[in-house]
Structure formats: structure tokens, C-alpha cells
């Protein structure tokens, strides 16, 4: 059995708002037996995520990948080789991403152009994963006014890839309906829950996921520094506190913490093909 009782699926101390503190932090998941996976946005922060996992015998890993926030800005071109290099050097490296479709933040008067760049980004992240056969971390976002499109575009790429295999998966931060939360499942994904679900606020729907979706299925994750949960909101964010999403989950579920601890974390361990 893993020395890890917790894990977080998601959490970015590889950015620059843990640069004074990061070791801290670490060394105090270590010690709190939270394991974490840091994800990558673009090229310096994915190189950044490795850096800080090799650092830890086990415990800490890393996700690289291109944000599709970030496909519009960067300094060059997206090119899967980038990413292909660090897999190949770092054994740390357990999945890819994030990645995936965001419709609320497009750069405005090329909006179409950019969900282009955006899709092609996001396929050709999925067929490195499936070919290193990694993990992949999948951010979808829905337009702030429009009728929700992204989880629905997201499973039709989902579904048009999956004749040649679909990598492991995560829905990372998911935030859509009952229904699409179990479309995802079917595919063989997991569903990923943020402190989100611990607002008082805006966590209706989410607690409703939560309740249907089977345990074995949900990973649990803080994606610090972002979404404190509620009796942290409007501070820094850290992955400790995923035991406040755990014991939510618990909640929605009817088990005990611990259960939903042990679940969780072992799902996040079959996610991301960690052995012990
Ligand atoms: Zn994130």
C-alpha cells in the first residue's frame, strides 16, 4: 500500500506563485503523505514541473503540456517535439497536458481561428499520450453567456480518436452536467474534482456529479494555486488542502473520509500508471 493517503491530481506549484515557497510546500505534502501531480501550462512551467518532481523520490510528478489558453501566445509554434523531449527525459513525466478546449477566454476579433489552433493542439497532445501511453489532463471551459459547446466539442474528439485508442484521461476541473460527467465515464475517464464542490455558491451541480458518478472514477485535486476552497477562499491555494474535497466527496457518497481518501487515491495512481 502507497505511504501516500491523499493525492492531488492537479496543482501547479511549479508556477510562479509558490517561487519563495515551493520546497516548503512540498516537503510538507511529503511529510502529510499528499501526493501530487504538478501540470504544465506551456513549455517553461512543464520544464519546471519535471525539475521540481525529480527532486522527490516519490510523490511528486509531472504533467507537460500546452494550455489552450496559452496556444494564441507563445513564442513559437506549438511542435510535439518539445514535448516528445522531455517525456523521453524524464521518467517523472506521467502524463500530458493540460490540454484541451476553452471557450471563455478567446482572443477577441479571432475567435474562430484561435478554437482551430486549439483543437489541432489538443488532438495532437492526445495522440502523444496515447502513443507514450500517458495519462492525459483535459481543461475544458464554457463560454461565460453563450449555450454551453466545450465538453460537448471535447467528446466528439473524444469519440472520433477513440477507433485508435484512447489514452488514460482526466476531465480536469470538471464542471458540466450529470449526463456529460457519465459520457466521459463511459469512455474510460476519470472525473476531476476541485474545491469547487466545497462553495456555498455554484456547487450544486457539482455535488450532484459527485453523488453519481462511481467513486472509482472520481480523482480529487486542488489546482493550486487557484480555487481555495471555502474556508480558504481569496487565499493562495495548496494541495493539502484536497482533504477538504475529499471529505465533500465523502459527504455527497455516504462513506467515511478515509474511504473516500483511499479510493480517490488509488485512482489517481491508476490514472497515472504509479506503482506503489
Ligand atoms: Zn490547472
Known amino acids: 500500500m502507497s505511504s501516500f493517503r491523499l493525492f492531488d491530481s492537479h496543482a501547479h506549484v511549479n508556477f510562479v506563485a509558490f517561487e519563495d515557497d515551493w520546497?516548503?510546500?512540498?516537503?510538507?505534502?511529503?511529510?502529510?503523505?499528499?501526493?501530487?501531480?504538478?501540470?504544465?501550462?506551456?513549455?517553461?512551467?512543464?520544464?519546471?514541473?519535471?525539475?521540481?518532481?525529480?527532486l522527490y523520490p516519490e510523490g511528486v510528478y509531472a504533467a507537460v503540456g500546452l494550455h489552450p489558453v496559452h496556444v494564441a501566445d507563445q513564442p513559437q509554434p506549438?511542435?510535439?517535439?518539445?514535448?516528445?523531449?522531455m517525456i523521453s527525459a524524464s521518467s517523472r513525466v506521467v502524463a500530458i497536458g493540460e490540454t484541451g478546449i476553452d471557450h471563455f477566454r478567446l482572443p477577441?476579433?479571432?475567435?474562430?481561428?484561435?478554437?482551430?489552433?486549439?483543437?489541432?493542439?489538443?488532438?495532437?497532445?492526445?495522440?502523444l499520450a496515447r502513443d507514450h501511453e500517458l495519462a492525459l489532463v483535459?481543461?475544458?471551459?464554457?463560454?461565460?453567456?453563450?449555450?454551453?459547446a466545450a465538453y460537448a466539442e471535447v467528446l466528439g474528439i473524444l469519440r472520433r480518436e477513440q477507433a485508435a485508442g484512447l489514452p488514460q484521461g482526466v476531465i480536469h476541473c470538471f464542471l458540466g452536467t450529470v449526463?456529460?460527467?457519465?459520457?466521459?465515464?463511459?469512455?474510460?475517464?476519470?472525473?476531476g474534482i476541485t474545491g469547487i464542490?466545497?462553495?456555498?455558491?455554484?456547487?450544486?451541480?457539482?455535488?450532484?456529479?459527485?453523488?453519481?458518478?462511481?467513486?472509482?472514477?472520481?480523482?480529487?485535486?486542488?489546482?493550486?494555486?487557484?480555487?481555495?476552497?471555502?474556508?480558504?477562499?481569496?487565499?493562495r491555494n495548496q494541495p493539502q488542502y484536497v482533504a477538504h474535497v475529499v471529505e465533500e466527496i465523502a459527504r455527497c457518497k455516504g462513506v467515511s473520509a478515509a474511504v473516500a481518501a483511499e479510493q480517490t487515491s488509488e485512482n489517481a495512481r491508476r490514472l497515472f500508471g504509479i506503482k506503489n
Not at 505534502?29 to 504544465?40: D, E, N, P, S
Not at 477577441?108 to 497532445?125: C, N, P, S, T
Not at 456529460?180 to 475517464?189: D, I, P, R, S
Open 78 to 85: 506549438f511542435r510535439v517535439e518539445d514535448y516528445a523531449a
Open 179 to 191: 449526463e456529460e460527467a457519465e459520457a466521459f465515464t463511459a469512455l474510460g475517464l476519470y472525473v
Open 138 to 148: 483535459i481543461h475544458t471551459r464554457e463560454h461565460p453567456t453563450k449555450p454551453p
Open 23 to 54: 520546497r516548503a510546500v512540498l516537503d510538507d505534502c511529503q511529510r502529510h503523505g499528499v501526493a501530487v501531480t504538478l501540470v504544465g501550462s506551456q513549455l517553461p512551467t512543464s520544464r519546471r514541473a519535471i525539475e521540481l518532481a525529480e
Open 108 to 127: 477577441a476579433g479571432r475567435e474562430a481561428q484561435d478554437l482551430e489552433r486549439q483543437r489541432e493542439v489538443f488532438i495532437a497532445q492526445l495522440r
Open 197 to 235: 464542490i466545497t462553495f456555498e455558491k455554484r456547487s450544486e451541480q457539482l455535488r450532484r456529479v459527485a453523488a453519481a458518478v462511481p467513486l472509482e472514477r472520481l480523482v480529487v485535486e486542488t489546482d493550486s494555486p487557484y480555487l481555495a476552497p471555502q474556508s480558504y477562499r481569496g487565499k
